[in-house]
T-cell receptor, first 111, second 107 residues
Framework: DAEITQSPRHKITETGRQVTLACHQTWNHNNMFWYRQDLGHGLRLIHYSYGVQDTNKGEVSDGYSVSRSNTEDLPLTLESAASSQTSVYFC??????????FGPGTRLTVT | RKEVEQDPGPFNVPEGATVAFNCTYSNSASQSFFWYRQDCRKEPKLLMSVYSSGNEDGRFTAQLNRASQYISLLIRDSKLSDSATYLCVVITDKLIFGTGTRLQVFP
């Protein structure tokens, strides 16, 4: 069965470190998205991609970067982790329609 | 004003009750609407699309009121398993999630 996975599921890191969160989908979807979810804010879009070599900034992109070298993966990098980036991060993908399929999430704590 | 607004709840209802949530949106050019369900500490999953004429899926009914710019979700005969957070999604030139309405169904 097709799926979307994220790793790690939980991560604790220190302020200033670079962190990369992995997202891998086997739906063969062109569109991939990264969100963060915080209490009171709901899901906020960080970056998204509509295909290989395509990346776009979302609503809260400062301090984050992505790259898309193949269809299946969209890793999210925090260049220099800050405590404000403590959050739950969800990756999602979609095909031709609007329905998004979400990964199980990564809980990141920056100390 | 937020682009998409939901009452955070919680809505506490007994099993068997009917409950309804609304979601208001500010952009009259919004094109498509959805309801997602999110269980505690889990990922959101699509519950149903919202069509202009309204649509039903079992115990769930979704409606769109373009004049007043809101969508609604009605759940009939609530089950314990319906306890979750319900997120509305509005699409204009981008996809916007509401912050969610929490439903707790008790025995």
């Amino acid at each position: 069965d097709a799926e979307i996975t994220q790793s790690p599921r939980h991560k604790i890191t220190e302020t200033g470190r670079q962190v990369t969160l992995a997202c891998h989908q086997t739906w063969n979807h062109n569109n991939m998205f990264w969100y963060r979810q915080d209490l009171g804010h709901g899901l906020r879009l960080i970056h998204y991609s509509y295909g290989v070599q395509d990346t776009n900034k979302g609503e809260v992109s400062d301090g984050y970067s992505v790259s898309r070298s193949n269809t299946e993966d969209l890793p999210l990098t925090l260049e220099s982790a800050a405590s404000s980036q403590t959050s739950v991060y969800f990756c999602a993908s979609s095909g031709d329609g609007y329905e998004q399929y979400f990964g199980p999430g990564t809980r990141l704590t920056v100390t | 004003r937020k682009e998409v607004e939901q009452d955070p709840g919680p809505f506490n209802v007994p099993e068997g009750a009917t409950v309804a949530f609304n979601c208001t949106y500010s952009n009259s050019a919004s094109q498509s609407f959805f309801w997602y369900r999110q269980d505690c500490r889990k990922e959101p999953k699509l519950l149903m699309s919202v069509y202009s004429s309204g649509n039903e899926d079992g115990r769930f009914t979704a409606q769109l009121n373009r004049a007043s710019q809101y969508i609604s979700l009605l759940i009939r005969d609530s089950k314990l398993s319906d306890s979750a957070t319900y997120l509305c999604v509005v699409i204009t030139d981008k996809l916007i999630f509401g912050t969610g309405t929490r439903l707790q169904v008790f025995p």
